[in-house]
């Protein structure tokens, strides 16, 4: 029996002496820190009739009910631009990834569309785990990606074009707008992650200088559903209005208590940013009706461009579709990125970050204009009610589009806000 | 006893079973594959080697171990630590506040990041604090005999746990978790070399770890673990507690979890609590189970079978793909109830059946 041991032993020894080797082989092997890393070869090739773009969404998990109306979107915009004869004449050839609500995936399927499709850019990405999975990807690779999602701000990469609002154009309009209508105090409610985070952090030191009390400030795990507690403080606190910046299901837990307990608009309105024409539905119109949120585009946008968008968006994908701003955002980001190429003449990463500043377009929600400094666009910011129909319409909107400021350096109440690298 | 299985137990056949799977690993996957798909790979290889800890806890062991995922998860963020220590060091000097926790608005380093700064320190506490969590977590628990349903309840409630625990620290990240690494020990992480690099460590810690694996298999404490999971009250009449030798296998799964968290990181560049809940427990159990949890390769068939179907199954249809995978889960459960890894023996009985068929007929 003992004789039995003897070789797996050794076969111990011998996978030791492969760690070993492969230990001091690693010793000799590439870039030490600070050494120039060439960066990657792009492989995008240019020379046929089609060029090939990814895009990127969550299509399974807890996400693909938000993003798969993104993915719609894009779809839209590139028929639309390959019926029209493409980009620089080129059809655009769109390749499908599911990001499957996983930080991890999305990073993994960005390499690969970069590194085993060869397209030229990317559009996706929701939340802002997936996009700070990304990012790194899109650095190391030298590639792009058209992110459609109002955020969080304080970031700024080369590598990606940031078509949704920053807090500038969303979250600092919604105060103005608070502090407009006469609320002299506030109660702070989101979900435990980083954008109600930083957002509330804006919130607190604008309410600071602006002479607004903030009277309670509660976060609750993403997707988590009882509010009772909540609720019952928010209605103790008396606060003239609550900030809402809950994500995802959440929200249909929250307004249904908020309801239950007998709050309604009038007495204490809602302010949301994170309710589209696409959340109205789930959380029950009876639930919500007559409260406000805070964003750029609305279904109900009354402009030319905008009956197109959504007539074109219900041909396509059904009457009882709605259009929202995730949504709008995706399908300008396409757009934005033809005509940069088209003013670049070029399909490479170098040219089209050098000509993206001052490229613009007609989108539903007005005229967009890239920041070629942060990769930002410029956009109107709008506050809606929602209405019985489910829909919202806009009871206030900027003097013309916001010029974006990621890191709100033009604010003094900020300063101590940020820290810009 | 077939001569394939014979020759793969004795001593010639099992050197040149790991020649082969080194020649394999180190020759012609690095030559068949592409960078990327390499660095896939090697993510593919860390699931394998945690599947070899839940190969010995519960195949060999019995304990349905659903909560691998917090093992996984320790490593994975001490390493994280580390890089993001050794890259905030490189930018800004000694004692520099990493990047993502500039954004969240921490502006002085907490006190337990300071020692992470040192690699010597934060590889030996991916090796020991993982395991030292499990043999006293095993300890509570296998003493007060707890088994079955209850554990593995007991297991994903901490995985569950662990997650949400995760998602409140802001200092570790919160939701988002850590992300973007440049400096692995020193070594720029993206160059097509150190990539390579990463990949065979891995490779070789896999090789070692299923070595180690088969050792245990093979030793008086393989045969002991495996009576306790057939029969642990007569081990207890023979004299021997049995929770100790439930402990050493959940503790030697806990730390093969744990290396391969460590080195999950700088290979995908991202661990956030999505990468270590109950979901992806579970998605480590599921990869045990198709290759077959008893044999000893059956566990890393498995984790790499599952892990390159979903990739390629999303790949092809990203739209539909969870559903493909769904059905080949039933599929490999209904049908092969022992794994992938027991096609063999199957089929060996399937071809006796015919031959006991034959004799009858022209007997």
């Not at chain 2, 391969?260 to 270590?276: C, K, T």
């Given at each position: ?313 219900k041909a396509a994908y059904g009457a009882d579709r709605v ?99 | ?297 059956g566990p890393v068939i498995g984790a790499l079978a599952v ?57």
């Open positions: 029996m003992q004789n039995r041991f003897k070789p797996t032993s050794r076969a111990l020894a011998a996978s030791a002496a492969i760690l070993i080797a492969a230990g001091s082989a690693a010793a000799c092997g590439g870039a030490r820190a600070g050494d120039e890393t060439a960066a990657a070869e792009s492989c995008v090739d240019t020379s046929g009739d089609t060029i090939k773009v990814g895009a990127l969404n969550s299509l399974s998990g807890t996400m693909a009910i938000s993003e798969t109306t993104v993915n719609d979107a894009i779809h839209l915009a590139v028929d639309e631009i390959n019926a029209a004869g493409g980009v620089m004449d080129k059809q655009i050839e769109l390749v499908d990834e599911d990001g499957a609500s996983e930080p991890t995936v999305f990073a993994e399927k960005a390499e690969k569309l970069i590194r085993e499709d060869c397209v030229a850019s990317v559009f996706g990405g929701w939340t802002s785990a997936s996009r700070k999975a990304m990012l790194p990807v899109f650095e190391d690779n030298d590639s792009l990606l058209y992110y459609p999602v109002q955020y969080e701000g304080l970031e700024a990469s080369e590598n990606i074009f940031y078509t949704g609002a920053t807090t500038n154009q969303q979250i600092i309009p919604a105060l103005d707008y608070l502090a407009e209508t006469g609320v002299k105090s506030i109660y702070l409610v989101g979900s435990d992650y980083v954008f109600p985070r930083t957002a509330n952090a804006i919130i607190n030191a604008y309410a600071a200088a602006h002479d607004i009390e903030v009277l309670g400030e509660d976060y609750v795990q993403l997707g988590g559903v009882d509010f009772s507690t909540i609720v019952q403080q928010v209605n103790a606190s008396g606060a003239d209005a609550v900030f809402n910046t809950l994500n995802g299901d959440s929200n249909v837990a929250f307004f249904r208590e908020y309801s239950n307990v007998g709050l309604t608009a009038e007495e204490m309105p809602v302010m949301s940013v994170s309710i589209a024409e696409e959340e109205v539905g789930g959380i029950g119109v009876e639930n919500i009706e007559g409260q406000l949120a805070a964003w750029n585009y609305y279904q109900t946008v009354e402009s030319d461009v905008n009956s197109t968008f959504v007539e074109a968006f259009t929202s701003d995730p949504m709008e955002a995706a399908y300008n980001s396409v757009y934005l990125w033809a005509a940069t190429v088209e003013k670049a003449e070029s399909f490479a990463v170098a040219d089209i970050q050098a000509n993206a500043d001052g490229v613009s377009f007609e989108s539903p929600e007005g005229t967009v204009v890239i920041d070629g400094d942060n990769h930002h666009v410029a956009k109107t910011a709008r506050i809606g009610e929602i209405q019985s129909d489910g829909l919202l319409y806009t009871v206030w909107e900027s003097e013309g589009p916001i010029e974006p400021d990621p890191f709100l350096e033009g604010y003094d109440w900020a300063a101590d806000l940020t820290v810009t690298e | 006893m077939s001569a394939v299985s014979k020759f793969f137990q004795s001593k010639f056949g099992i050197w040149s079973g790991f020649a082969g799977a080194a020649v394999a690993l180190f020759g012609i996957m690095p030559l068949l594959l592409s960078g990327f798909r390499l660095g896939l790979f090697a993510q593919f290889l860390c699931y394998a080697i945690v599947a070899v800890g839940i190969g010995l806890a519960w195949g060999r062991g019995g304990m349905l171990t659903l909560g691998q995922g917090v093992y996984f998860g320790m490593g994975a963020y001490l390493m994280a630590m580390h890089l993001k220590m050794a890259d905030a060091e490189f930018r800004n000097g000694p004692g520099a506040v990493p990047d993502f926790m500039e954004l969240a608005g921490i502006r002085s380093l907490p006190a337990y990041w300071a020692p992470f700064a040192s690699p010597v320190f934060t590889i030996a506490a991916i090796l020991i604090l993982p395991t030292a969590f499990a043999v006293l977590l095993g300890l509570a628990v296998f003493k007060r005999r707890v088994k079955g349903a209850y554990f593995a309840i007991l297991s994903q409630a901490l995985a569950g746990a662990f997650a949400i625990l995760l998602i409140g620290q802001q200092s570790l990240g919160g939701f988002n978790g850590i992300s973007r690494f440049q400096y692995f020990f020193g070594y720029t992480i993206n160059d097509p070399v150190n990539q390579q690099m990463l990949y065979f460590i891995v490779a070789a810690v896999l090789l070692a770890v299923v070595a180690l694996s088969l050792q245990l298999r093979r030793s008086r404490y393989g045969e002991l673990l495996v009576a306790v999971r057939d029969s642990e009250e007569r081990v207890r009449f023979l004299g021997y507690d049995s929770a100790n030798i439930k402990v050493v296998a959940y503790a030697v799964a806990a730390l093969l979890a744990s290396i391969a968290g460590a080195l999950f990181v700088p290979v995908v560049g991202i661990i956030s609590p999505a990468s270590i809940g109950i979901v992806p427990s579970i998605m480590f159990i599921l990869g045990v189970a198709i290759g077959g949890r008893a044999s000893l390769l892990a390159w179907a979903q990739t390629t199954l999303s790949e092809q249809f990203p739209s539909a793909w969870t559903y493909a995978q769904g059905l080949l889960f039933i599929v490999v459960i209904a049908l092969l109830p022992g794994g992938i890894a027991s096609i063999p023996a199957l089929a060996k009985r399937f071809r006796f059946k015919n031959n006991a068929e034959a004799v009858e007929a022209t007997a």
